[in-house]
Structures are given as structure tokens and as C-alpha cells.
């Protein structure tokens, strides 16, 4: 009493200062132990009460406990949890006025278990307190505070994943029917935050409720919330994250009617006024979620009906189901068609044969062939394997899957796969034979031409077929030859993919047979051979018996196809295993070994060209010590190959030296014949001794480039290439760049040595590529390649541009025009190359636009508009990483701008001179033209005022040259005002035609129209008709809100010119006049 529990948050309010710790004074701590020790003797008490103990002085102390209980601070958690301990036992006992303890405990415990650091004990605790909801009166203000903590608990993770807590929260739909409509509203606002993995735990809840509740409770539960269920189920759109959600609930419910009385004959009560009808809505949407649900469902039954009214219900849905089948939207089709296989999967024993075969009918010999759907055939064979797992349909689907069979060759690969999936699950449940579905021969010719998704299943499919691992090794080799056989090309494509169906070690087991066979036929062709000439001889019995094949009598060495493609098949199966084969160095030394020792016969005797190929990319797997009889002979044949022989014929031996890291014999050889035509001549003496030395080899420059191009084009080649020592690579780097002195010599009309022009080029293209690669590689170093290309646009200014000018004023000197063209495109796409990979700073950017603006100012610069322009894109990307605010960079804009300029000019102008080569000249730049305009839209805000200068070109351009033809007409009969893009000039018609391709560019272009409107950079009749015409274009393909506004300030322009339409202007401009205003007003008043 001298202490009171009411003034202990005072006291301690008083003496706390700051962050300093509360020390709690000496009588407090009693008057704590104190009530502990009351607490702890009540706790003690409450087990032993019973109805014959006079326990009021009990009473009488739970009540002071309960009492001090609120007014206790958060800082005497131990009191707190003992006094609630009290309450708890009190009201499970059921002791006297129970309920004036319970309540507030009920507050107290739920408060808690809302709290973030609440543990699964906490919900317990409230659970075991459950029937005290019972003694608060809903309609009170003091249910108000627990109707919101109880709609937070439906909030909680924590309480819907606990056992106890779903149990809680079922019970809570027993508390008042006002409330269940709460609750639901509740939960239909929070399901769109729940994760899918709790949907089905709050099924669990509503269903647990319908169970116990009854009378107005479960009417209520059933309209207002089940119900309500099935109509979001069926009208919500399929985007709605709730959708999924809801109807994840609403299958918990149909799954529960399989086991459990009375939700049968609750979901047919409930679906009864929604669901058939929504089944014939007009939104196909709609009808797609009812089919859904409907299909889930199924059936929907009143157990209670009798035998007939059951049989007619049945058939009703039946029908229901057929037409699904063939409802007009594919979306409902491919719901019905998941239907059916589900329905007569699971109901097989209990549908009447007629009914199957129909439905399945159709399904197969309709719907497989759905020629308005990809999706909905897709759907046909995703389904079918549903069938499947139901034995009792292997006989009716074995006769109707063979009409399906031309699906494996639909135009969809999406079709294709799932048809395949249906194949390997028909071998799977062994339901037939997967070939008398769809023929082999369909099957290897699809495994031939299709793509991997697709191939790769087929060869999965066929895997039990030809690489039997359960059968001999030699059984393997006959199915292969057999593969082969009947598609050369489909028995490559099965064993590239072989191995991802089974083990390396099989692999490695079928190269070796395969080897064992090729042995045995070159030994029987050597015995016929020796048996034909009469030298017959026993002395290689033991070789044979290591290579006697069952195929002995098949095949023969002199079926070269057969023989070619078990060569290429080992390479197949020795490139699949090849890291494999680098894990597990024994394996790898022993097949090394084992071909190593035959390979040098197969080349004596497979000498076909198809065999070659396969022989030498065999030998690139091996170390070139290993098979020194062909190794060191690989340079040799390189040296040997006529000049402008194809690809083909030097392309395996490169990257069989690349592989063995003797890239650098190469190099060597192409820079051996390079030397002699390139570099400029050397004195007699060296030239007679390099005679002497290469007296039997002659030079090949152009094919000495085919090699270095072709090192330089392939990645895994040019990595080898540029691992050489840096010393060789710029010996080849000089050596190529001898290329400018000749192409010099050639623009001068003097002796070149020998030389090519052609190759020339290439070499020259291979300099400045070379350039680049060095330039990435030894940057780090310090070595700087790049100033080789500046250098080199330095050389073209003063030796090459020249001609062009030139050429500009003479007829005469055509070839050399040509060649300075080639050198200048050449050098423009690398510097372009350059400026991509981000190798080209600002420096070179500007210098670049320098030379072009040079070039483009010529009478012929309209040659590099194309390259230009893509050089122009890339720049506009480069500049995504740099400081737009500089003055470097606002001048190279500038030059940018005026580069674009030019080359519209340049097309402008080659259009008047010469119009077939000027309308060639606009398609060329077509494509690098848009993807120019394109970038710069995307990146709009970055480069605000390069892209308003870009577009207001363009439009001076299309303007100007409207203007120019509409001038050019002699007669009011002449003038017709172009209303499409068709009736447009050339340049104007393709301008336009790059605009229009985008929405964004055609509202750009719009805004700068609006602009040059207003600041009255457009006047006169004739350029105000050309906006007109561009206004009409574009109002036929886009309807843009901006149109709207530009119409009436172009007819205002007009109104302004209208003297010049009447008095002293011509008849021509009074026609253009009044037709731009007709056309205006038309827009303007349709």
C-alpha cells in the first residue's frame, strides 16, 4: 500500500536521465518480490482447487494480480509472464468468474503474437484461450480493439502457417456472422501479397470453418465467401495476380469433394447460377476460367440425385465438354482439350466407350490439326501423355496416334517438341511402338534439318534403337552403319547429341568399335588385294581377329560415303567427350594411341576428299608427335594449294595447326610469299639469293592473305594468332602495311612489281584490322597501334583523296577513282569497328569526321554514305560514356551534324545528275540510314541537341525537295500533292519511310515540324504544302494526338499568305493554296 504498482512508471520517469540505466529503489524490488511470491503461491494453489475447497481468499488474490497486471512497466517481463500465467491456469481450470480474467489476457496474448519477435508459442497460447472470444459482445465498443487485432492475425504469416494459428483463425468465422463478411474482405485484399506457398493453408482455414459452423453461419460462409470465390474465379482476368491465387483455392475445395461428405453437393449448389452460364458468355476470357474450374470440378453433382437425374447431369457436362472442344477462341479450346485428357484419364473404367472415342477423335484427327492455333495443336500433344498414364487407353490410342504423325513436321517448333514429348512417353509407358506412330523414316529426316530443342529429343527417343548400351559393342557399330545408311546427315546429328543420353565411357567404347571396324575393311581390301594377285598370305591372322566385325561382308573400303561419314562419326564422338577425355588422362593417352597407330593408314587409303576432312580434324585431337608421318607434311600441303582454291581446302589444315600451337608455320609461309610482291624490291644480290633459297616454290600473296584473313576471322584462331611473340606479329604487321606503297603505285599508274590489286586491298584491310587486335592486346603494355590508323587516314588524306578530286574533273583515270574508293570504304569500316569496341577516343572520332566531311565535299563522296552513316551511329553510342558538356564534344556533335548533312546532299545531288544511280544510291543507305535514326531516338535525352539537328535536316531535306517538285510542274494538270509515300520524290519517300517505321520518330519529327512552324523557318506556298503532304503521310499510318495542333498552324500559316495566293501569285500557288486548305479542313473536319 505504501508503494503502489500506479506509481512505479512515475518513479521510474523521475530517476531516469538521459540514456543512464534505471536503478530501481529498494522498496520497489520488495514490493516486486512480494507480488511474485503471491503469484507464484496462486500458481501453486490453482491445480488442487475443487469444488469442495473454499478458495475465495484465492479469488480475491488472482483478482489484485490481474489488476496489476496492466500497470505493470515493460521492464518487469517476469511479473508479467507469472501473473499471465495465473490467468491462464484460472480460466483452464474454469474457476470462479473466469471470464473477467480471461478477456484481458485474450487482448494481451494477441497483442503479443502480432508483435515481429512473436514465436510459434505465442499463437498457442492464444489458441488455448480460443473459447474467451466467446464471452465478448460483438456489438460492443470494446470488441472493437479485438475485431481489429483478430482481422491482423488473418494478416500474419506466422499465424497462417502455424497448425494451431489456421485452427484459431477457422474458429473465428464461429464468432459472429457479421464478422465472416469482414474476414473475407480481409483476405481478398490481402491475397494479392501472400506468396502461393500460404494459398493453400487458407484454403485450409475456410474450409475447416465450413465444416464446424452451421445454420446462418454456413449460408453465409457459403454465398457470401465460397461463392464469391467462384465468381472472382471466373470474371477475374487471367493477368490479375489474384486470379491464379483464387482459383488455387477453389481447387483445394474440388479436391476436398473427392473425400469429404457434403462438398459434393455444396460446390453443385454454389456453381449452379455461375457457372453454366458463364460457360456460354460472349468473353472468351470468361468462358476460358469457367471451362477451367468447370474442368477442375468435374463432376459437378448432387450425390442426392437419383440414377436418372444423375445419367442426364453426366451428359450434360459431356456436352459441355465437346463444346469446349470446338469453341471459336483457342484459349477455351486448350482448356478443354486439358479437360478431356484429365477427365478420361481419371474416369476411364466409368465414360462409355462411344463417348472416349469420340472425344479422343476429335482431339487427334481435329484439334492436332488446328490450323488457326499453334497453341491449341501444341496443347493436343502436351495433353495426350496425361492419357497415357491410364493403361486402359493404350489400345484406342495405339490405333488413333498414327493420324497424328504428320505433326512431327509442323511449321511450329513448339508443336514439334511437344509431339516428340508425346513419342517418348508413348516408349515410356510402352502404350506402342513409338515408329508405327510416326515412321522412321519421318523421325531421321526431322532429326536432320530440325533444331536442337527438337533434334535432341528425337535422338533421345531413338537412343534405345541405335546405341543399345544393354547389347555388345558390335551391335552399336551395326546400328550405326545402319543409321547411316538410311541419313548420313541425321546419324551426324544423333551422335552429336549421344552424349547427354549416356556415359563418356560408352562414347569412348563406340569410337574404338567403329576404329576396329575401318581396320577390318582395309584389311579385307589388302587380303583381296594380295588373294587378286595371287600373294596371298596368313601372317596377319592375329590383326584380323582384333578387327573381325560382323560388317565384314556390309562394308567395304570403296563405299567412300559409308566410309566418310564412320570418320566424321568418330570425330562427332571424340569433339562430344573432349573434356571428358582432358579429366581423365589415361583414357585420353589410350585413345590417342589406339588411332594414332591406324591414322596413317587410313590416309593412304581413304584419299577421297569427303574423308579428309574428318581424317585431319582427327589428327588435330592428337599431339603432332604422335602422327609425325602427317604433321610435319600439313605445312607443306598449305604451301601447295593453288591460289584461289576455296576455303574449304586450307581451313582444316589452319585450324589443325592452331590446335597443335604451330599457328606461328603459318604466319611464316604468308609472310614468305607477302615479302616478295609487298615489301619493295631488294637489291640484286638479295634477290638472287632468295631465288637460290625458294628456286622450287612460287610466291602466293593472294592466298598468303586468304590464311591471314582467314586467322583473323575465326576467334579461336586468332587467339592462337596473337599468342605468338610480339617480335613475328610486327614483322606481319610491316609486312602488311608494305600494301599502302603498291596501292600508291597503283593510284600513280607506275610499276607495282608483280602485283594484285585485289589482293592489294585485302592486304591493306588486314593492316588496319591487325591494328586493332594489337591495339586491344598489348595496350596495357604501352604500345600504341592505333597511331598506325591515324596515321594511315593521315596517308589516304594526302595520297588518296586526291584522285577522288580529280576524278571529279577527268573522265580518264576511272580504275584509279575505283581503287581510291575501295582504299577509303575499307578504312572507314575499320575505323567504324574501332569506334564499336570503344577503342576510338574523341580524338579519332573528330579526325575521322575531318576526312569524311573531305571526302563527302567531293563530287563522288556519295561511295562511303553508307559506312559513314553507320560510323555516325556508332559514334552516337561511343558518346553514351562521355561528358556531353565538353567543348571536345560539342564540336564533334557539330561535325557529326554536318557530316549527315552533306551526305543527304550528296544523295540530293547524285539524284539530279544522274537519277538511276542516285535511286541506287538511296537504297544503299536504307538500312544504315535507320539504324542511325533509331539509335539517336533511343538515346534522344541523352543528346538533345544533336537529335533536334539530326531531325531538322531530315526535315529540310524532304521539304526541300517536295518544294523542288512541286515547282518543277508546268500546269495545274502536273500537280498532284503526294498523299502517300509512294507518290513522295525518291529521297523524300525514302526519308519518310525510315520515319514512319517508328511512333517515337514520327512524334519527334512532328514536335521539330511544330517548331520550324512557329519560328517561321517554313514559308511560302510551296514548302507550306510539303508539310501538308508530310502531315497527310503520316496521319495515314499513325494517329498521333500532335497532328491535332500542327493541322490548324499550318492552315494559319496559309491564311498569312493568302495575297501572295491571290493578285500577283501564279495559278500554280493559288492550286497549291487552296488544296492544302481543302486537304487541312477535311483533317480538321472529317
Known sequence: ME?????????????????????????????????????AVVTASIPAVDENVNYKALVECAFILNRILPALPASEKILQDAIQRVCEMWWEKGLERKEQLGKPLFVI?????????????????????????????????????????????????????????????????????????????????????????????????????WKKVSGEFIEVLEYNCIQDFMHHGIHLPRSSSVHSKVREMLSYFHKQS??????????????????????????????????????????????????????????????????????????VRSTGILGVTQITSKYWEMIPPTILADLLKKITGELACDITSADVRCCVFKCLPIILENKLSHPLLEHLLPATKHSLHDNSEKVRVAFVDMLLKVKATKAAKFWNICPMEHLLSRLEADSRPVSRRIVNLLMNSFFPINQPEDVWCERCVALIQMNPAAARKFYQYAYEFTAPTNIAKLMLTIRRCLNACIQKARKESLHDSGNDDDDEDGSEKENKSVLDNVLSVNDVATMASLLEIIVILWRSIYRALDHNEDAKDYAIRKFASVLPEYFKVFQDERCMTPLVILASFMPPAAIPTFSCGVISKLRNIDSGADKSKYSILIDCLCRWGQVGHVMELACDWLSDTLTPTKNTKTCERRVRIHVTHESKPDLAVDYIEYLLTHPVNRGCLLSVPKKKLKKLLKILGAAKRVLGSVLKGADSGGWNQATSL????????????????????????????????????????????????EDGISIHSNVSELII???????????MVGLGNLTFQAHLL?????????????????????????????????????????????????????????????????????????????????????????????????????????????????????????SEKDLTIPKTISDLPPLSSSLMAVIM?????????????????????????????????????????????????????????LITCKDAGTGESSSTERFLYESSLKILDEFLNP
Request: contains cysteine.
Open 3 to 39: 508503494n503502489p504498482v500506479e506509481t512505479w512508471h512515475r518513479t521510474g520517469d523521475d530517476k531516469c536521465d538521459g540514456d543512464m540505466e534505471l536503478e530501481i529503489a529498494p522498496e520497489m524490488k520488495q514490493s516486486v518480490a512480494v507480488i511474485q511470491g503471491v503469484a
Open 109 to 209: 496474448l494477441m497483442r503479443k503474437s502480432l508483435n515481429k519477435a512473436a514465436t510459434g508459442a505465442d499463437i498457442v497460447r492464444v489458441w488455448n484461450l480460443h473459447q474467451t472470444l466467446l464471452c465478448f459482445d460483438y456489438d460492443s465498443e470494446e470488441s472493437n480493439e479485438v475485431k481489429d487485432l483478430l482481422l491482423q492475425c488473418f494478416m500474419s504469416v506466422k499465424y497462417i502457417n502455424k497448425e494451431e494459428g489456421r485452427r484459431f483463425l477457422s474458429f473465428l468465422f464461429s464468432w459472429n456472422v457479421n464478422f465472416i463478411k469482414m474476414i473475407h474482405g480481409t483476405v481478398k485484399n490481402q491475397l494479392q501479397f501472400f506468396p502461393r506457398s500460404l494459398i493453400e493453408y487458407i484454403s485450409e482455414v475456410y474450409f475447416r470453418a
Open 258 to 331: 473427392k473425400v469429404r461428405q457434403g462438398v459434393e453437393e455444396m460446390l453443385y449448389r454454389l456453381y449452379q447460377p455461375i457457372l453454366w452460364r458463364a460457360l456460354k458468355a460472349q468473353n472468351s476470357e470468361v468462358r476460358a476460367n469457367a471451362a477451367f474450374l468447370f474442368i477442375d470440378a468435374f463432376p459437378v453433382r448432387d450425390p442426392s440425385f437419383k440414377v436418372e437425374e444423375m445419367d442426364n447431369e453426366i451428359q450434360k457436362q459431356f456436352e459441355e465438354l465437346f463444346s469446349l472442344l470446338e469453341d471459336p477462341h483457342p484459349v
Open 762 to 809: 585485302r592486304a591493306f584491310s588486314l593492316f588496319c584490322r591487325l591494328s586493332i587486335h594489337l591495339q586491344h592486346k598489348f595496350s596495357e603494355e604501352g604500345e600504341d597501334y592505333l597511331s598506325l590508323l591515324n596515321e594511315t587516314g593521315a596517308w589516304i588524306e594526302s595520297q588518296v583523296v586526291p584522285f577522288i578530286l580529280a576524278s571529279d574533273q
Open 825 to 835: 570504304q575499307a578504312y572507314l569500316t575499320v575505323c567504324k569497328d574501332v569506334i
Open 850 to 970: 575531318e576526312m569524311a566531311l573531305l571526302i563527302m565535299q567531293t563530287e563522288r563522296g556519295g561511295f562511303c554514305a553508307p559506312v559513314l552513316l553507320c560510323v555516325l551511329k556508332e559514334i552516337i553510342e561511343a558518346s553514351l560514356t562521355q561528358n556531353t558538356e565538353t567543348d571536345e564534344v560539342t564540336n564533334l556533335f557539330h561535325s557529326l551534324q554536318n557530316v549527315f548533312q552533306k551526305i543527304l546532299e550528296c544523295v540530293a545531288h547524285r539524284l539530279k545528275k544522274q537519277q538511276e544511280e542516285g535511286i541506287q544510291l538511296i537504297h544503299s543507305i536504307q538500312m544504315s540510314l535507320g539504324e542511325f535514326i533509331h539509335a539517336l531516338q533511343c538515346w534522344h535525352s541523352s543528346f538533345p541537341t544533336v537529335h533536334q539537328g539530326v531531325l531538322s535536316i531530315l526535315l529540310a531535306a524532304i521539304v526541300a525537295e517536295i518544294n523542288c517538285v512541286l515547282q518543277k510542274a508546268s
Open 997 to 1053: 517505321k517508328s511512333v517515337n520518330v514520327v512524334r519527334s519529327i512532328l514536335n521539330e515540324l511544330m517548331e520550324c512552324i512557329l519560328s517561321e523557318e517554313i514559308e511560302g506556298i510551296f514548302s507550306l504544302t510539303a508539310t501538308v503532304c508530310i502531315v497527310i503521310i503520316i496521319k495515314g499510318k499513325h494517329k498521333t494526338f500532335i497532328l491535332k495542333d500542327i493541322a490548324p498552324a499550318i492552315q494559319r500559316k
